[in-house]
Each structure stands twice: as C-alpha cells, then as structure tokens.
C-alpha cells in the first residue's frame, strides 16, 4: 500500500526554520517533489529530487530551502529556513516510482504518481 505523509508543519515567525519529513511507503520512488499551495494561488512547485541526488528549486526559495533524501527510509526531507510570511501554504510531497529523464518536467504536478495529504506551515511577521 502507498503511503506519503508529511508532519512538521507548524506556525513559525518570520526569519525561523521548519523541517518537513515526508516518509513514503510502499515501493522505491526515482524522483520526490514538494509543493505548495496557498489560498487563492495556484499549487507551486518547491523542490525537487532524483533518485541520484540531483536536485532542483524554484527560483522563490533557492537559497533558503533545501530538498534531501534518505533511500534507506524512503523519506523526503525539506529543510525551510530564512522563512517569510509568504512561504505560508500548505506544503505536500509527492512521488514518481518511473524514472523520468527530462528534469524540465519535474515542476509539473502530473508527473508524480502519489501525493501527501498535506501539512500547514504558517509564517507571521
């Protein structure tokens, strides 16, 4: 049975940090992503990474966020510092079990088999 299921969400003042771990069961996964969404906004892409460790940001958190994976427990972690009122979302992870070349795709929701149910991460000014 598949299973994602992110935690560590949470309210945080702007300039702190969050950790997101996202366990997912179920089968070996080639590519994770983390996205967001915020109210009345569309769902954004975060972060990205390959089974090999390559990993990929949006340009709107480059710098601040960082994607890690641990193979041997299947989970995908995000590390979010520096954090501001507009990071505010729910967060999700997601994953794709079939290795997908093209790392220009990787933004794209429809590219991930299995999603998370979502955490809430609140950052006040």
């Known amino acids: 049975q598949v299973q994602l299921v992110e935690s560590g969400g949470g309210s945080v003042q702007a300039g702190g940090s969050l950790r997101l771990p996202c366990p997912a069961s179920?089968?070996?996964?080639?590519?994770y992503g983390w996205f967001r969404h915020a109210p009345g906004k569309e769902r954004e892409f975060v972060a990205a990474i390959r089974n090999g460790g390559s990993t990929y940001y949006a340009d709107s958190i480059k710098g601040r966020f960082t994607i890690s994976r641990d193979n041997a427990k299947n989970t995908v972690f995000l590390q979010m510092s520096s954090l501001k009122p507009e990071d505010t979302a729910v967060y999700y992870c997601?994953?794709?079990?079939?290795?997908?070349?093209?790392?220009?795709?990787?933004?794209?929701?429809?590219?991930?088999?299995?999603w998370g149910q979502g955490t809430q991460v609140t950052v006040s000014s």
């Open positions: 997601a994953a794709r079990s079939d290795f997908l070349v093209w790392s220009s795709t990787y933004s794209l929701p429809r590219v991930y088999d299995y």
């Open positions: 179920g089968r070996t996964w080639s590519l």
